[in-house]
């Protein structure tokens, strides 16, 4: 089969476009046509259905599309492995990790990683979803629980648990609840039960919302909940990393808190030599450690 023909394919079922698709690889329309067409030929079938707002792809086309998604993932890994010989770590870094990890705590320290590799081009993709790292959708994770595929180097960063917190402003106009049944005069600001998030921190949410609560407000992320938290909307379910970088939130009810989420780093094994992982890792573990150092200094374990 044309490997030529094939990455035009892939170009256009990516871009969903013939225009598009020309654009991004500098040729005509009529000469991606051309291709697409000599492609449909050649293996006597239709990848795509004409509309005027564009191309879908067939059923063929969408088995086309996976292959050759799969072997541009392949690629991209070679290219990664061939990059990662040479000495200095400079080009692309993909991390996947969740929205309130990564917008609370990860990304306010990136200015260290580029101070020691102006090179390193950081793509942050923040989401709940796990990404999955063996087919190259991300080069490394960070996660709230290990992960369960076997080919994934791993290594256990922290632990992480849900509590209550609140703004100074808020306290001294409603008052601070002593028990959990005071907490039925405040307003809760936590994470939406239907939203996608660790089971420690739903588990905790919904045993308060058991103890007749006056009001709520739901986010469908710790960023979010952080926000409203420091507006003095109410008093919110926070990951405890966020008292480092945010100390003027003050921890509501000490006993009440979620169980321990273990937070994991993971890349696939075949990037296992890669310098941009390693320096990706030990740039974490080295933020780990002071980020320990620094909430027993604040005594906040």
Same mark, same amino acid.
């Given at each position: #089969?044309?490997?030529?023909?094939?990455? $035009?394919?892939?170009?256009?079922?990516?871009?969903?476009?013939?225009? *598009?698709?020309?654009?991004?690889?500098?040729?005509? %329309?009529?000469?991606?046509?051309? %291709? $697409?067409?000599?492609?449909?030929?050649?293996?006597?079938?239709?990848?795509?259905?004409?509309? /005027?707002?564009?191309? &879908?792809?067939?059923?063929?086309?969408?088995?086309?599309?996976?292959?050759?998604?799969? #072997?541009?993932?392949?690629?991209?890994?070679?290219?990664?492995? &061939? *990059?990662?010989?040479?000495?200095?770590?400079?080009?692309?870094?993909?991390?996947?990790?969740?929205? =309130?990890?990564?917008?609370?705590?990860?990304?306010?320290?990136? %200015?260290?990683?580029?101070?020691? *590799? !102006?090179?390193?081009? &950081?793509?942050? #993709?923040?989401?709940?979803?796990?990404?999955?790292?063996?087919?190259?959708?991300?080069?490394?994770?960070?996660?709230?629980?290990?992960?369960?595929? /076997?080919?994934?180097?791993?290594?256990?960063?922290?632990?992480?648990?849900?509590?209550?917190?609140?703004? @100074?402003?808020?306290?001294?106009?409603?008052?601070?609840?002593?028990?959990?049944?005071?907490?039925? =005069?405040?307003?809760?600001?936590?994470?939406? @039960?239907?939203?996608?998030?660790?089971?420690?921190?739903?588990?905790?949410? %919904?045993?308060?919302?058991?103890?007749?609560?006056?009001?709520?407000?739901?986010?469908?992320?710790?960023?979010?909940?952080?926000?409203?938290? $420091?507006?003095?909307?109410?008093?919110?379910?926070?990951?405890?990393?966020?008292?480092?970088?945010?100390?003027?939130?003050?921890?509501?009810? @000490?006993?009440?808190?979620?169980?321990?989420? !273990?937070?994991?780093?993971?890349?696939?094994?075949?990037?296992?030599?890669?310098?941009?992982?390693? /320096?990706?890792?030990?740039?974490?573990?080295?933020?780990?450690?002071?980020?320990?150092?620094?909430?027993?200094? #604040?005594?906040?374990?």
């Amino acid at each position: #089969m044309d490997w030529d023909k094939l990455r $035009i394919f892939h170009a256009v079922a990516d871009a969903g476009s013939l225009t *598009h698709a020309g654009d991004a690889l500098h040729l005509s %329309q009529s000469a991606v046509s051309r %291709q $697409i067409r000599a492609l449909e030929e050649s293996l006597n079938t239709t990848l795509f259905h004409r509309h /005027a707002r564009g191309l &879908i792809l067939t059923e063929q086309g969408e088995l086309l599309f996976d292959a050759t998604s799969s #072997m541009v993932k392949r690629l991209e890994a070679a290219t990664a492995r &061939i *990059h990662d010989s040479e000495e200095e770590v400079f080009g692309e870094l993909r991390v996947t990790t969740t929205t =309130g990890f990564g917008s609370l705590w990860l990304a306010p320290r990136l %200015q260290k990683l580029y101070d020691k *590799h !102006p090179e390193l081009n &950081i793509d942050l #993709m923040l989401e709940e979803r796990v990404l999955d790292l063996p087919m190259r959708e991300a080069d490394v994770a960070i996660r709230m629980k290990e992960p369960s595929q /076997a080919d994934l180097i791993r290594k256990r960063l922290m632990s992480v648990k849900m509590r209550l917190y609140a703004a @100074p402003d808020y306290l001294d106009r409603f008052g601070t609840p002593r028990t959990l049944e005071e907490l039925s =005069g405040h307003r809760l600001i936590c994470q939406n @039960p239907r939203s996608a998030q660790v089971t420690a921190g739903l588990q905790l949410v %919904q045993n308060l919302l058991t103890h007749d609560i006056h009001g709520t407000l739901t986010v469908n992320n710790y960023f979010g909940v952080l926000q409203a938290v $420091i507006s003095s909307l109410g008093i919110g379910v926070l990951p405890d990393y966020i008292i480092e970088d945010f100390p003027s939130v003050v921890r509501v009810l @000490p006993d009440v808190e979620s169980n321990e989420v !273990p937070v994991f780093l993971a890349y696939p094994e075949e990037l296992r030599q890669s310098k941009r992982i390693a /320096a990706f890792r030990d740039f974490v573990q080295e933020e780990i450690v002071a980020h320990r150092t620094s909430r027993k200094a #604040m005594g906040a374990e």
